[in-house]
């Protein structure tokens, strides 16, 4: 078994829309770097933080609450290192809780030579999402592991689904300078809709499953509508109704919230198109006072990756 290994752990988008805790997709150019290294001395140990302010306790920190999980499962008592290079900001919708707990219980399976599957490890990593939100969900860690586009068909038994992912597909984020935590932005939610916005949900959600597989750009575009969560939780975003207005003016396939926010996504087929979103949203928050960055990146079909040392 190797001792020690560098990984990248991607950032995600969860939701796309119309799939509130079921659908998400993986990112290739932002996201989390981790050290995982095999320890003589039992236990999990968080030895390294750097890029945020994070608990070192195992237990307050979803990558030990995660890797714990996944040790108690493998049935040996080894000892486990962490090192923490966050680069991707909390409460930023982009999974950056996710990214932590599926990169280091990927390192960690990778380590130990593999005994799970990486469908396996998703409710390992799903128990540092308990920890970050109080809710176990899979729509940020799945894709995290599985790369591309991932499905949360069922939760109880959990059955999760890699989706085919059309290559020409790009997707611009902008992530405002807010923090809007996931347990806030969930409080926001009725606990109850309507039959006839049920329907129309699920439609958007077969529509877009069945445009990823057939690669017809303009299903994948008319499915990404969101009638239940969206208009809830779009007050909380500054200027979130002209970014999605200006995207969609300017060729965007689709935008909405990222997770539970306050980043928002635009889906684009070709990277011109992304750039060019990127852009014009660039100019509508420069008028803000708002700091924030932007993000353009393919979807990452593999999802966490090694790193060269």
């Known amino acids: 078994m190797s001792k020690s290994l560098k990984i990248f ?38 030895t390294k933080i750097v890029g945020a302010t994070l608990p070192f306790e195992t237990h307050k920190n979803v990558a030990g609450v995660a890797t714990e999980a996944l040790l108690k499962e493998y049935g040996k008592n080894i000892g486990i290192e962490i090192e923490i290079y966050k680069k991707i900001k909390a409460g930023s919708g982009i999974g950056s809780s996710a990214a932590s707990s599926a990169g280091a219980v990927w390192a960690v399976n990778h380590l130990l030579d593999s005994p799970f599957t990486p469908n396996q490890l998703i409710p390992f990593a ?93 299903l994948i575009g008319r499915s990404l509508e969101d009638v239940i969560i969206e208009p809830l939780r779009s007050i909380l975003i500054p200027e979130f ?40 949203i660039k100019k509508i928050y420069d008028t803000t006072g708002i700091d924030f960055d932007i993000h353009v990146s393919k979807i990452n079909n593999n999802g966490v990756k090694i790193l060269n040392n």
């Not at 752990?9 to 095999?38: K, R």
């Not at 958007?204 to 057939?214: D, E, I, P, R, S």
């Not at 909405?256 to 060019?276: K, Y």
């Open 241 to 280: 109704d002209t970014v999605k207005t200006t995207a969609l003016k300017n060729g965007a396939l689709g935008c909405g919230i990222s997770g539970s926010g306050p980043s928002i996504f635009a889906l684009s087929r070709g990277n011109q198109n992304a750039i060019v979103i990127a852009e014009h």
């Open 9 to 46: 752990a991607p950032a995600t988008v969860a939701n796309l829309s119309c799939g509130f805790d079921v659908l998400g997709c993986c990112l290739d150019t932002v996201g989390d770097e981790m050290v995982i290294s095999l320890s003589s001395t039992p236990g999990v140990k968080i």
């Open 126 to 218: 799903m128990e540092g999402e308990k920890l970050a939100s109080g809710n176990a969900h899979a729509d940020n860690v799945a894709p995290a592991l599985l790369g591309g586009f991932t499905l949360v068909r069922s939760y109880s038994p959990l059955d999760v689904i890699k989706l085919h992912t059309p290559k020409d597909l790009f997707m611009t984020v902008i992530h405002p300078q807010i923090e809007v935590k996931t347990s806030d932005s969930r409080s926001v939610i009725k606990n109850k809709v309507s039959l006839q916005k049920a329907i129309h949900q699920w439609g958007n959600v077969g529509g877009l499953v069945a445009g990823l597989y057939t690669e017809d750009y303009q």
